[in-house]
């Protein structure tokens, strides 16, 4: 990872950050916003993209949770920029805030315009301020539904359900939005920094060997041209970010579940509805042994309670099996219709206790691709 850093130290990316958050003094701000799940590919590509178009970017979540995050602690480190540095999005008291340091701007009194990345609806809540609006969205999930404050008020959207990963459509437009910059750096470090892109490719398609797609492919090979970085240069630094990434055991159960969580809306004629996914890699035996049932149990019901959803599920990939744990399903048929869709149901007791009953499912049944199934299946059982 000392190549990349080094690398690094040459470019302009530290000038374009001060650039970029100097912005944030402004009455009318324009921001690019990743996922509240915050992963590599929303925090790489929505930090990358903000700079190149000269808007603000911001973290979709506290402050406290991203530091739980050893991977993306070690990214600011390689980018030249602190934690402390970075603009989260968080929810103050019922109010919106976008927060820096000991800074705090309240998101009634800006009028943000927001290009959101690796997601394509904002909170709910959000949606309320009429200080806030969306001009673009750049993402590799599917529309779950129409939303017309956002979706009808776009000036461009760009959704590619094959990309692996996002940051591979994002690098394909800043190449052609500012392929008149980039032509006349070309020879020059100033945007060497651009490598930084095929970190979350790597990471996302396990070094181009799953969920891959041909731009995910020229992601990766020009992000590492541009700086002249061997493929296995990159393979090393995504296997070294993998490790880190790999810290839950050492974080709280009530910090666990937030650190790649996300909400979604029920279908509309529920009304205000909400269901969450968290994406664990922590085993479901060893984190219930670390913390004991009991305390298991009521750490994750506090979290929902918190979040005020309908049901809950964890979803938990460990040495290539996936299990879900499903906290207050909706349905007596929502397991085996919404989960299986009619196949055999593989359920086991964690622990030998009943109540927490996780099922097994097939390893490609990442959350991107459950949040849908589940959705339809919502559509069908009003």
């Known amino acids: 990872m000392e190549t990349y850093k080094e690398i690094i130290k040459t470019t302009k990316l530290r000038e374009l950050f001060d650039k970029s958050y100097a912005r944030l003094e402004s009455s009318s701000i324009e921001i690019v916003l990743g996922n509240p799940s915050c992963d590599q590919d929303s925090f790489i590509g929505s930090h990358i993209l903000a700079v190149m178009l000269g808007r603000v970017p911001v973290v979709n979540l506290s402050k406290e949770i991203f530091k739980c995050k050893q991977d993306l602690v070690k990214i600011c480190d390689i980018m030249g920029v602190s934690v402390d540095e970075l603009v989260f999005l968080v929810k103050n008291n019922d109010a919106w805030v976008l ?25 709910q809540d959000l949606l309320l301020s009429d200080t806030f609006t969306v001009d673009h969205i750049i993402d590799h999930h599917a529309l779950l539904e129409f939303n017309n404050k956002v979706h009808s008020q776009l000036t461009g959207m760009n959704i590619q359900l094959h990309a692996g990963s996002c940051c591979s459509i994002i690098y394909r437009y800043i190449r052609h939005v500012c392929s008149k910059t980039l032509e006349e750096k ?33 992601g990766v090979d020009i992000s590492l041209g ?7 240069t990159a393979k090393t630094v995504m296997e070294e970010l993998k ?46 042994a ?14 929902v309670e918190m979040k ?14 996936r299990e879900f744990y499903i906290y207050n399903p909706p349905s007596t048929d929502f397991i085996e219709k919404g989960i299986y869709e009619g196949k055999p149901v593989n359920k086991r007791a964690v622990l030998n ?17 459950i949040a849908p199934m589940l959705f339809k299946y919502l559509e069908q059982h009003k």
Not at 197 to 217: A, E, F, G, V, Y
Not at 226 to 232: A, E, G, K, R
């Open 243 to 288: 490790t880190l990434k790999k810290c839950e055991p050492s974080v709280p159960t009530n910090m666990i579940v937030q650190m790649d969580y996300k909400s979604f809306d029920f279908p509309k004629q529920y009304g205000r509805k909400t269901f969450g996914i968290s994406s664990v890699k922590y085993a479901y035996d060893e984190w219930v």
């Open 290 to 303: 670390r913390d004991g049932a009991e305390k298991w149990k009521q750490a994750i019901k506090e979290f």
């Open 186 to 218: 070309t020879g020059s470090p100033d945007y060497k920094f651009l490598l930084l892109m095929s970190i979350p490719i790597m990471t996302d398609t396990n070094c181009l060997q799953k969920r891959t797609h041909d731009i995910d492919r020229e």
């Open 353 to 369: 206790d009943n109540e927490i009953t996780v099922y097994t499912v097939d390893t490609a049944i990442s959350r991107k691709i």
């Open 99 to 123: 927060k820096r340091g000991d800074k705090e701007y309240p998101v009634s009194k800006i009028n943000i315009k927001a290009f959101l990345i690796d997601f394509n609806l904002p909170d």
């Open 226 to 232: 541009i700086s002249d970085v061997l493929f296995d």
């Open 308 to 321: 005020k959803h309908e049901f809950y599920i964890i979803n938990c990939k460990v040495h290539n099996k």
